[in-house]
């Protein structure tokens, strides 16, 4: 069958569909959809575009043709319109959409000098991310200041680690906060750009890193704050839970947090051993479960919220918390 017959089988399909809803307009929509997908096609010949145009004029007035607009004229207002027709055209079934005849836009492929960038900076990032995962928060620490640009090495392949997930959890937790941030203070661990305490205006928002990437941003070893105990209504770790030393964390939190505060963490979910035996751990820190939001692809987020100070006899007998090390194979 030549392309031509094979375009005029699907107009009359279309007719047809058109037809069993009685509705004139969507028989000429359905008719102009079809025509303006024929003439997409680059490689239909001079025969078949003659054979469309034989078929399709000088129909009687009874005929659904006779209501269409000449081959000519549909071929240069359809392509200006077609989203619109699209739009109003409602079908039982998709028109003429075949991969081999109409093309898809495509991304404008990376240089090879781009692609050999991305790959040397996903490799170091995956090379310190390892790093910091297996060391604790002071040897994290001593890292970056000895060498500053190490941390910028990181972090840009953490923006670009950013770009392929399907959410962000930092805007997550920011959209949780917008509504019931006004006068909150709120203590940041592992803060980045600084992108809540930029995104939250009525908030106080303390950022907290290991290098300071913009003038919001303190710089310290997370496990001890310059924050005065019980000065904080919010203490977020938004993918920050890093080293081996997760008890310093989560006990820092507790110090500055006011006792009804909230600890909110964002973890990627294949870092956990088992989900429900961190939340219970972490309750032994002085908290209580408040919330727990398992639904998102990649992440979980878990709201805390303060019950006591941590008893200092208590405090050798806490669990180890402990969260797996994202590592990554060898290359």
């Not at 307009?25 to 575009?49: G, R, T, V």
């Not at 034989?54 to 005929?63: D, G, I, L, V």
């Not at 890093?242 to 964002?266: C, H, P, S, V, W």
Request: net charge positive.
């Amino acid at each position: 069958m030549g392309k031509g017959n094979w375009i005029i089988s699907k107009v009359k399909s279309d007719i047809k569909i058109a037809t069993s809803k009685q509705n004139f307009k969507n028989k000429k929509q359905a008719i102009k959809s079809n025509l303006k997908a024929a003439f997409k096609i680059n490689s239909i010949n001079k025969e078949d575009k003659s054979l469309l145009r034989t078929r399709y004029k000088n129909k009687p007035k009874s005929s659904i043709m006779q209501s269409t607009i000449p081959l000519p004229k549909i071929k240069k207002t359809v392509k200006k319109n077609f989203n619109e027709l699209i739009n109003n055209t409602p079908r039982s079934k998709p028109l003429l959409t075949s991969p081999s005849t109409i093309k898809s836009k495509k991304k404008t492929p990376l240089s090879l000098r781009e692609r050999m960038i991305n790959k040397l900076t996903a490799a170091r990032f995956r090379y310190i991310n390892e790093k910091l995962y297996l060391a604790d928060s002071k040897g994290a620490y001593q890292l970056f200041n000895d060498d500053p640009e190490t941390f910028n090495a990181y972090h840009s392949g953490f923006k670009q680690q950013v770009t392929q997930w399907p959410i962000n959890p930092v805007d997550e937790i920011i959209n949780s906060l917008k509504d019931s941030c006004n006068n909150l203070i709120i203590a940041d661990f592992g803060c980045g750009e600084a992108k809540i305490a930029a995104s939250l205006e009525n908030a106080t928002v303390h950022s907290f890193d290991l290098i300071a990437l913009n003038d919001q941003v303190t710089v310290c070893n997370m496990s001890r704050t310059p924050l005065p105990a019980a000065s904080v209504d919010v203490a977020i770790f938004c993918l920050s839970l890093m080293g081996t030393n997760l008890n310093d964390f989560i006990k820092e939190a507790n110090r500055i947090l006011k006792e009804g505060g909230i600890l909110k963490i964002a973890e990627v979910e294949s870092r956990f051993y088992d989900v429900q035996q961190f939340v219970k751990d972490v309750q032994k820190f002085g908290f209580n479960a408040k919330s727990q939001d398992l639904s998102h692809n990649l992440f979980y987020f878990l709201d805390f919220s303060k019950r006591s100070n941590i008893n200092k006899r208590k405090k050798s007998k806490l669990p180890q918390l402990a969260l797996k090390p994202c590592l990554y194979k060898k290359r």
